[in-house]
């Protein structure tokens, strides 16, 4: 192989790994939870990094673990009751900076859970980013944790 096809190659090589830096979405502290064995639904919770310098929005959301799995936040109606209510147009998760899906707030929601959750297991999750695409995910259930704030 001559000189130039050799940095040619590391060249190329060097562009698309600075381009997986540059478009890269990082899940950090992702789990889930149901209320116990009987559950029909769980959520997932997580925080999202968006490295990038465009916004991007994570839209939607699917798994195996659920008949139906959305977006949802929590939002106080008219008499003072918060209620969960699906968000259809997703997440934005800013520029070079990030999104926290947490307990009472924004946060992944499975209904018609295909089996019941055992604490450790894993669960799979496709995470699909308006921008970055599909992000394949595996989120332990965590049934003990304590409602916590993330750290940055």
Do not use: C
Not at 15 to 30: G, H, K, R, T
């Amino acid at each position: 192989m001559t000189m130039f096809k050799i940095l040619t190659t590391v060249f190329g090589v060097f562009l698309m790994f600075s381009d997986a830096i540059a478009d890269s979405i990082m899940i950090e502290d992702a789990y889930a939870r149901s209320s116990g064995k009987m559950a029909k639904a769980g959520a997932a919770f997580m925080m999202i990094h968006n490295y990038t310098d465009t916004d991007d929005r994570l839209i939607s959301v699917s798994s195996d673990a659920a008949k139906m799995v959305q977006l949802h936040t929590h939002i106080k109606s008219d008499d003072g009751v918060m209620k969960m209510q699906h968000v259809p147009n997703g997440f934005l998760v800013p520029a070079n900076s990030m999104h926290m899906l947490s307990r009472g707030k924004d946060h992944i929601m499975f209904m018609g859970l295909t089996e019941p959750w055992e604490h450790g297991q894993s669960i799979p999750l496709i995470l699909v980013f308006e921008h970055a695409g599909e992000l394949v995910i595996q989120v332990e259930v965590d049934l003990e944790r304590k409602d916590r704030a993330h750290k940055h």
